[in-house]
Structure formats: C-alpha cells, structure tokens
C-alpha cells in the first residue's frame, strides 16, 4: 500500500503550477440558498468563504483514499488532492489503491489506526462498502465519499459526495449523437467502451447514454465492452469491435477520453478515419483528448472535471467546524463538440 503523508516542499511545485495556470480558491460547496458552486468550464469561479479564511486553530488530519492513476483525469484529480491540502494546511495521509477495493479497505483500515480526523474515499466499485462504513462510523470518523457513488442501504454511513453527475453525462453524450444523427434514416452501428465493471461513473454513463439514444430507430447498438478507464485497453476492445463488426461500426462512445485515445489507434491502424468514418463521443476534457478533437478525431467531449480538491478542502474544513453540508455537491459542467475544440484547446487545466 501507498500510503504516506504529504511533504509541504514537495508541492512546491504544484503550487507554482496553480499559480501559473489560474486555479483559484475553492468555491463554497453549499451550506446556503447562495453558496453555489460554479465551473465555467476552464476553471472554479469562486463564492466567500473561501478555506483560507476560514479559522485553523486545530491541525486537521485527512485520510484520503484515492482508486488508483489508470487515467489522466485521476493524474489530474491527484495533484488537485494534493496541492488543495497544502494551500488549505491540511495534513494530507494518501493512499493510491491501484484499483482495487481490497487495497482502498487496507488504506480505511489504517486511517482508523492513526486516528485521522476525517476520511475521504473515491471508490473503485460501487458495491462492497457497507461493513467498512460502520467500521469507520463506530470509530466516530466521518466519511467524504468523493468522485464516485457506493450502494449503501444506509446513508448516514457517509457525510455528502462531492463529484458529477455520470447519469447526466451519459444523456448529454446520447444526446449530441441524436442531434448529430437527426436527418439520417440509414442504420448507424454504435460500439461502447465501457470503465472499470463495477464503478459508478461506468454503471451510470451507460444508462444515461442508452436511455437517450434507444429513443431513435436507426441506431444500434453493435457492441459495449468495458476497458477499465486505460488507453491500453481502449485500443485492444477497439480492435476487436472493428474486427467483428468492421466499417458497420459507425460511431463510438467512450466512458473516458484515455480509452478514446486507444481506440483512435485502433480506428486508424485498421484504415478508417477517426471522427469522420466513425464519428466519437468522449467522456472527460482532458487536454489530450481536446488535442485531438482540434485534429477532427473526436467530435465530442462531455467534461467531467477532476479539480475537486478545493471543494474537499473546504467541505473538511466546514465538517470540522461542526456546520451541516448537503447531501450532494455536484461541479457544474459543459459539453465541448470539434466547432469549438481548436478555441478551447488552449484553456484545458488537465
Ligand atoms: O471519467 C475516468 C477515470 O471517476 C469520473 O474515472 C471518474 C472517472 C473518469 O478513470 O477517466
């Protein structure tokens, strides 16, 4: 296990980097009618208070259970953990799991043992949590679930989730696919690369997508695999779509832009054009991806954004003033398509 206490020098670096790019404070996560958090698509905008001027007589300690770096957005998701722990003086103990729960309980396990004041896990797969839960409860540590949702029949057992709506995002991807399909009456062949087996934003972007695009008569789908969020295996389910279903294939939906990424090399090592033969809806924003969608190899991108970890920090902090937070803190994002992608390439933060 990765687990290990944030160096202040260390992040130095990180700081410099938010300092250059524009990051700003964190927004408020909602305690009021008018603490809305807003995310104008390249960047927090931010409402008072923010986390520095918030009081800081205690020293507080944060377990932060982080899933794993298969991608660039949890790269990204990563270095947000770490440098809002620094900026907000928060004692930041961090473990990477690897993907795999049984790695995030060892990480919970001993987070209990060094009596942290809060935990904060993005959890791998949805289901699985419950007894770890009252485990953590029992020793009267509240929890943060963070970017991804678990299935809990008791929802005392965690304080709010703080991440996207993956349901919402799946629509927005069904959505442009109708709209970019509307005059067509020929069949139209969909493949799906699907995330981890498992895992909220996988389960939850599949049935928002298909929910939408079941609606419209000529599109089928063809295939939906999963390929755990990697450009490695995004490449390798992409491969084999095209070769059980060659050029019937003719749009792909991926649950992330690494996975987009590998099945461009796929797309293209078999001889088709990428975004123009098959036309390709992403899940994210990274700036890779939007990279690609300036080259017309993408031709849609939900954002999904990673850089929560000011809405973390400031939601420990407010749970450790004894103040109430919602249930639910949800970033505001936007949908990008490849009219706008060569004007916003040069704003991605991740
Ligand atoms: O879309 C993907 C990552 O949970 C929202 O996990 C996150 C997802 C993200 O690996 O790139």
Redesign the pocket.
């Known amino acids: 296990m990765n687990n290990k206490r944030s160096n202040p020098l260390t992040f130095i670096a990180l700081v410099f980097m938010i300092v250059l790019t524009g990051c700003q404070s964190p927004a408020s996560i909602g305690t009021g009618p008018h603490s809305t958090s807003v995310n104008s698509g390249d960047g927090w905008e931010t409402a008072s208070p923010t986390a520095e001027s918030l009081p800081s007589d205690k020293q507080i300690v944060l377990g932060f259970s982080q899933l794993g770096s ?2 660039d ?2 790269k990204a998701n990563t270095l947000s953990i770490h440098a809002a722990a620094e900026e907000a003086g928060i004692d930041l103990v961090f473990a990477n799991a690897e993907q795999s729960q049984a790695k995030q309980f060892d990480a919970i396990h001993s987070f209990i043992d060094q009596k942290v004041d809060v935990i904060a896990i993005a959890p791998v797969i949805q289901y699985g949590w419950e007894p770890i839960l009252k485990e953590v409860k029992q020793a009267g540590i509240p929890v943060i679930l963070f ?2 949702s678990v299935e809990v029949s008791d929802t005392s057992l965690f304080v709010t989730l703080i ?2 709506d ?1 349901y919402e995002e799946g629509r927005k991807a069904g959505k442009y696919l109708l709209d970019k399909m509307r005059d067509r009456t020929e069949p139209a062949g969909i493949v799906e690369l699907q ?1 981890t087996v498992g ?1 909220a ?1 996988s389960v939850e972007r599949g049935k928002g997508f298909h929910e939408v695009v079941k609606e419209r008569e000529p599109l089928i789908m063809l295939g939906s695999e999963p390929a755990n ?1 990697t450009k490695e295996e995004g490449k390798k389910v992409m491969s084999s779509f095209l070769k059980e279903h060659g050029k019937d294939i003719h749009v792909l939906f991926s ?4 996975m987009a990424l590998g099945a461009i090399e796929a797309i293209e090592e078999y001889g088709l054009e990428a975004g123009k033969d098959i036309i390709i809806i992403s ?2 924003g990274t700036k890779q991806a939007f990279e690609k969608m300036a080259e017309g190899k993408i031709n849609c991108i939900v954002e ?1 954004n990673p850089l929560l970890g000011p809405h973390l920090m400031q939601a420990v902090k407010e749970l450790m003033e004894g103040r109430t937070l919602p249930k639910r803190i949800v970033p505001t994002e936007s949908v990008f398509t490849e009219e706008m992608a060569k004007k916003e390439v040069g704003n991605r933060k991740y």
């Open positions: 298969e991608s957005w949890r970017d991804r991440g996207s993956f995330g895992s934003p969020f649950h992330n832009d690494d899940v994210d999904c």
